[in-house]
């Protein structure tokens, strides 16, 4: 590890210490008080790059195919306002994995490692007899192989609990292809296919592993790489003839309005949408078959969204809906009975969610919150807060707090994106989420606004501290004098 690299953990590390130990430590709920008669069963169903407004059950998009988990949503909690903390693939997960900013995590952007010493939903879920597995993409150890990283198979040591089945690859869109590649089991040996899409051999190996007998309850982290372009051809693919089917679907209003690659990119993009539903719809089947269904938590999401290189160079890492709002359905044990839930919530509480769900007590260093109450108690629903930080890297160094209303958002002006954190940003974009829910009006500097952005300037900088984040100097917009 380099000098530079060991200074930037421990600054996050000491300040992460001072945090925790301020914290309030979190009351435990009815469910962890006393647990479930059976422990649940439990699936991560991670979507890459999927967007919020591409659900069915959303009703935000006419040319959607998304019957199962339309169906799903029907069935169980579909969390409308849904955000990812860190909008770009590796720093999401570490987010998701251990409740905590990915600034704390070690992982602020692609191609670091997890922090080790950090407990995961897998170790915790272990030690309280389950088996933790993964299948697809994990993208939390080093990735860079100059530093002695690769993008396929991955150390037990770094699998972050997954220590039962393993069936992946560290960088899934490095040694794959849409219709061919190699991911690693668990003795790293390869698991090779061709000539059959990527999301259903994902799910074949799924399906193995549900067919199996099951001492004990297990939690399954399915990670599927679509609808993430394929790196090296900078797109979304489609299974075969796919496309084809969506050559004039509809353009979310807020892509219409700003040139970028989905007018080439969209039809792919459906394809890949309805394949992983396809994917959702026959796991559950097997479920169904397999008599697990009415022992299982199931959940299904995204680490963040795509814009089409409207908002920046690439697809994702910025503030706006299009990279931050991710789909998130729970079905299953706790989680019955059709309700949309329209609270702003955050995948760093997913974590906690889903060890309350289970009876279990969430570690005190997790900053989560559990969305249970969301589901039953109205006067929790009431007193939610209703705001999540976002940390934004690798575009720029970046912050932003979200609420109901309001997207607040600011950047280091130097255009730095070496280290996970500025000492002094500028104010960069403002939003109304109720006038101008496509994001296409930015507010930053004008005067009739000035009261609410230093409003949400100090509640920003609260989130900050709560991250573990040292305050920031943070300069006015000008823009609008």
């Not at 051999?201 to 297990?218: G, M, N, S, V, W």
């Not at 940390?391 to 970046?398: A, D, K, P, R, V």
């Amino acid at each position: 590890m380099s000098e530079t690299m060991q200074s930037r953990r421990s600054f996050f590390k000491g300040t992460m210490a001072a945090a925790v130990a301020a914290a309030v430590p979190q009351a435990k709920s009815a469910a962890a008080e006393q647990g479930p008669a059976k422990k649940p069963n439990i699936i991560l169903y991670l979507s890459d790059q999927f967007r919020w407004d591409f659900l069915g059950a959303n009703e935000r998009n006419g040319s959607t195919r998304t019957p199962n988990l339309d169906a799903m949503a029907e069935r169980g909690k579909n969390f409308t306002h849904a955000v990812t903390n860190q909008p770009v693939c590796a720093p999401s997960r570490s987010v998701l994995l251990t409740s905590r900013y990915a600034t704390e995590t070690g992982v602020w952007h692609n191609g670091l490692e997890l922090d080790k010493s950090l407990p995961t939903i897998a170790t915790e879920l272990r030690k309280a007899g389950y088996s933790s597995n993964m299948i697809g993409k994990w993208h939390l150890a080093l990735g860079n192989e100059k530093q002695g990283g690769s993008p396929g198979p991955v150390k037990a040591e770094d699998r972050g609990g997954f220590l039962d089945l393993w069936e992946g690859a560290n960088a899934l869109e490095h040694t794959t292809h849409p219709y061919e590649g190699t991911i690693w089991d668990r003795d790293n040996q390869p698991i090779s296919f061709k000539d059959q899409y990527r999301v259903d051999f994902l799910t074949d190996r799924t399906e193995k592993f549900l067919r199996q007998k099951h001492e004990k309850p297990f939690f399954l982290f399915i990670s599927q790489l679509e609808p993430h372009q394929q790196n090296d051809m900078q797109r979304p693919v489609a299974p075969k003839g796919a496309a084809a089917r969506f050559v004039n679907c509809t353009a979310p209003e807020d892509l219409k309005a700003l040139p970028g690659t989905w007018q080439d990119q969209l039809p792919d993009y459906y394809g890949c949408i309805e394949a992983i539903d396809l994917s959702v719809g026959r796991i559950r089947k097997i479920l169904e078959e397999e008599h697990l269904e009415e022992d299982t938590i199931f959940v299904f999401f995204s680490d963040h969204g795509c814009h089409f290189m409207t908002r920046n160079q690439e697809y994702k890492r910025s503030t706006h809906n299009s990279s931050i709002r991710v789909p998130l359905i729970i079905d299953g044990p706790g989680f019955r009975g059709t309700q949309q839930i329209p609270e702003l919530v955050g995948l760093i509480d997913l974590a906690p969610t889903l060890m309350d769900a289970a009876g279990l007590p969430v570690p005190a260093t997790w900053k989560g919150k559990s969305l249970l109450p969301l589901v039953s108690d109205m006067e929790a629903r009431k007193s939610w807060p209703n705001q999540q930080l976002v940390q934004i890297s690798e575009s720029m160094t970046g912050r932003a707090i979200r609420t109901r209303d309001w997207t607040y958002c600011v950047a280091d002006p130097t255009g730095d994106t070496k280290h996970p954190a500025a000492a002094t940003y500028h104010e960069y974009q403002m939003y109304d989420q109720r006038a101008d829910p496509h994001e296409l009006v930015n507010l930053a500097g004008r005067k009739e606004y000035r009261q609410k952005a230093d409003e949400l300037r100090e509640q920003l900088k609260k989130l900050l501290a709560a991250a573990g984040e040292p305050e920031p100097e943070i300069v006015p917009a000008k823009l609008y004098p």
